[in-house]
């Protein structure tokens, strides 16, 4: 039986995530910085798996165009294959009820199309990375618009970085929501505050778009609130396979 060997790579604000799937399924990953500087060592992933097996595909959802686009040179002159750019058709993966829909970030498109294929619709889609975003899907499959705040990691840094006498905070679940020291006042004030917020706005979204709407959580963060009762699915690797079901579908 013919194996369809692709690679799939989801390039954020911070992260680039790149992964080989067989047959739909996850073989392998891996996690690399956003930045010029490692578009090479990301090349050479994909290379690697290409000399193994040729690769059938491979599909790039870039939010950071400087990167995306040195991917795609490095990827023809050194493996003869032209990466697909998801960026250049994001616009017909599914109805965008936005005013700009060109504007929409790929990612943010991408997984609004796989919580649609994997969950079913309506859905809210919130991702926990270097921004915090919510997507919300009309039960007809619409991408209906969203809501953007600040990452965690980005609150936390901001909030050690403006206050003087406040220490370095790790990211992590605090063990008492009333803290007793300055350390877990942040961890606490971060954390269930951003639990308020999903909480708030999965509230907000489902006045709209129904009780029925099915929450999926991803994103780099997500893990650490899989447990908080906010999300129906939680699907860390959901931008990865929206990826994969978008080469499917093709």
Same mark, same amino acid.
């Given at each position: 039986?013919?194996?369809? +060997?692709?690679?799939?790579?989801?390039?954020?604000?911070?992260?680039?995530?790149?992964?080989?799937?067989?047959?739909? /399924?996850?073989?392998? #990953? /891996?996690?690399?910085?956003?930045?010029?500087?490692?578009?090479?060592?990301?090349?050479?992933?994909?290379?690697?798996?290409?000399?193994?097996?040729?690769?059938?595909?491979?599909?790039?959802?870039?939010?950071?165009?400087?990167?995306?686009?040195?991917?795609?040179?490095?990827?023809?002159?050194?493996?003869?294959?032209?990466?697909?750019?998801?960026? /250049?058709?994001?616009?017909?993966?599914?109805?965008?009820?936005?005013?700009?829909?060109?504007?929409?970030?790929?990612? +943010?498109?991408?997984?609004?199309?796989?919580?649609?294929?994997?969950?079913?619709?309506?859905?809210?889609?919130?991702?926990?990375?270097?921004?915090?975003?919510?997507?919300?899907?009309?039960?007809?499959?619409?991408?209906?618009?969203?809501?953007?705040?600040?990452?965690?990691?980005?609150?936390?840094?901001?909030?050690?970085? +403006?206050?003087?006498?406040?220490?370095?905070?790790?990211?992590?679940?605090?063990?008492?929501?009333?803290?007793?020291?300055?350390?877990?006042?942040?961890?606490?004030?971060?954390?269930?505050?951003?639990?308020?917020?999903?909480?708030?706005?999965?509230?907000?979204?489902?006045?709209?778009?129904?009780?029925?709407?099915?929450?999926?959580?991803?994103?780099?963060?997500?893990?650490?609130?899989?447990?908080?009762?906010?999300?129906?699915?939680?699907?860390?690797?959901?931008?990865?396979?929206?990826?994969?079901?978008?080469?499917?579908? #093709?």
């Amino acid at each position: 039986m013919n194996r369809s +060997r692709i690679a799939v790579i989801d390039i954020g604000n911070t992260n680039t995530d790149i992964a080989l799937f067989e047959n739909a /399924d996850v073989r392998r #990953r /891996d996690f690399l910085p956003s930045s010029p500087e490692y578009a090479e060592q990301v090349c050479r992933i994909a290379e690697q798996w290409h000399g193994e097996t040729p690769l059938e595909s491979i599909l790039i959802a870039s939010v950071v165009p400087a990167v995306g686009d040195l991917l795609v040179t490095l990827a023809e002159s050194r493996m003869g294959v032209q990466p697909v750019m998801v960026e /250049d058709f994001k616009t017909q993966l599914l109805p965008l009820k936005v005013d700009r829909p060109e504007t929409v970030g790929v990612d +943010r498109v991408v997984n609004a199309y796989a919580a649609v294929h994997l969950f079913g619709c309506p859905a809210i889609v919130v991702s926990l990375g270097t921004a915090t975003t919510f997507e919300a899907i009309s039960d007809q499959g619409e991408y209906l618009g969203g809501a953007i705040a600040p990452g965690v990691k980005i609150s936390l840094e901001a909030l050690t970085q +403006r206050a003087a006498l406040l220490p370095p905070g790790k990211l992590e679940k605090p063990r008492h929501i009333i803290a007793k020291n300055t350390l877990e006042h942040m961890q606490s004030g971060i954390y269930y505050g951003t639990c308020s917020l999903m909480e708030g706005m999965v509230k907000r979204f489902r006045n709209l778009l129904g009780e029925t709407a099915r929450v999926i959580g991803t994103g780099g963060i997500s893990q650490l609130f899989a447990d908080e009762g906010i999300f129906d699915h939680h699907e860390p690797l959901l931008t990865l396979k929206g990826l994969e079901l978008i080469h499917r579908r #093709r």
